[in-house]
């Protein structure tokens, strides 16, 4: 009834089976997509992701060593003095415990899977993972759980079972902190570029036109509009308009460059940077072009300390 009232356009919730094969890969590849360690070991993209981001510290080194460390000790403290009672050992139970399980992997795909906008969609040219797969995921862990609940029984399969759980978890462990710290280098340069605009110094720039690329500049899966930074200026009350090079082609410019903001404005620049800068460092002059300078004197404008060149052309 409210389908007829308010009718969706949201291709989402539309009916629209191409092919039965199509929708059992969507449920294939979620499916696997929620178990554990399958951006490891089932994804070509994230295994080359992964390459490319990868810069761990020792911290974070002694970190994931702590964690399965814990985890063994956990895992044995749990299950190496566990007395069996005869419950464990029906079977039937057990099964229909991990049937229903794997049932409830499959089953928040199913909308996914019968949907006009995912059909031919999801896989590693697509979507790798949807929202649904936290529910899968949740699934996906109880059922291994459960397993080995189960299955600890002798000592011998404890250690097993130990030693690959724990290659798993320190597979996941250092792709989690990778995707996590190269995630949270994203969110810092969205951030640092949103706090420059809400600074008394671009209010100072009052209503003037400016070009970036840098602040457009799609990174992983953080794309913007093309009026995104213009409506977020009018939001923060300094009135700039700023547009990508390829719709404009003005003198004032804007760059992002290694936690910096060179922002060039009537031919002269200021550079905004959350650290302090002494001596000489590198400046952007045009996109070819770049030169050191002496850095000193900056303004304090919110939390950034802004440094100002003249003559630099």
Not at 16 to 37: R, Y
Not at 195 to 205: E, G, V
Not at 263 to 277: A, G, P, S
């Amino acid at each position: 009834m409210c389908s007829k009232i308010y009718v969706s356009n949201y291709a989402g919730n539309q009916l629209g089976i191409s092919d039965i094969k199509g929708t059992i890969a969507i449920i294939g590849h979620l499916f696997k997509a929620a178990i554990p360690g399958f951006f490891i070991w089932g994804s070509d993209k994230y295994r080359f992701l992964l390459k490319i981001f990868w810069n761990f510290t020792v911290a974070e080194v002694f970190r994931v060593g702590i964690l399965v460390i814990s985890f063994i000790y956990i895992l044995f403290n749990l299950f190496g003095k566990r007395k069996l009672n005869k419950t464990e050992m029906i079977w039937k139970k057990h099964v229909g415990v991990i049937i229903s399980g794997i049932i409830c992997m499959i089953l928040p795909s199913l909308p996914i899977a019968v949907s006009e906008m995912y059909q031919g969609a999801v896989g590693e040219n697509g979507f790798v993972a949807l929202p649904v797969t936290y529910f899968s995921y949740y699934f996906a862990v109880l059922v291994i759980c459960y397993i080995v609940w189960f299955l600890l029984k002798d000592n011998w399969k404890m250690v097993v079972a130990a030693i690959c759980i724990c290659v798993i978890l320190i597979g996941i462990q250092f792709s989690n902190g990778v995707f996590s710290q190269e995630q949270n280098r994203n969110f810092n340069r969205l951030e640092q570029m949103e706090n420059c605009l809400k600074t008394d110094m671009f209010k100072w720039f009052g209503n003037t036109e400016f070009v970036s690329e840098d602040m457009f500049k799609t990174i992983n899966s953080m794309a913007f509009y093309d009026s995104y930074w213009t409506q977020f200026s009018a939001y923060c009350g300094n009135g700039a308009v700023i547009s990508n090079k390829e719709v404009s082609d003005k003198q004032n410019r804007i760059y992002y460059r290694d936690n910096k903001i060179y922002v060039w404005y009537n031919n002269e620049l200021y550079v905004f940077t959350y650290d302090t800068v002494m001596g000489e460092d590198l400046v952007i002059v045009t996109d070819e072009k770049c030169s050191f300078q002496q850095y000193k004197n900056p303004i304090r404008d919110h939390e950034f300390n802004i440094y100002h060149f003249q003559n630099l052309n």
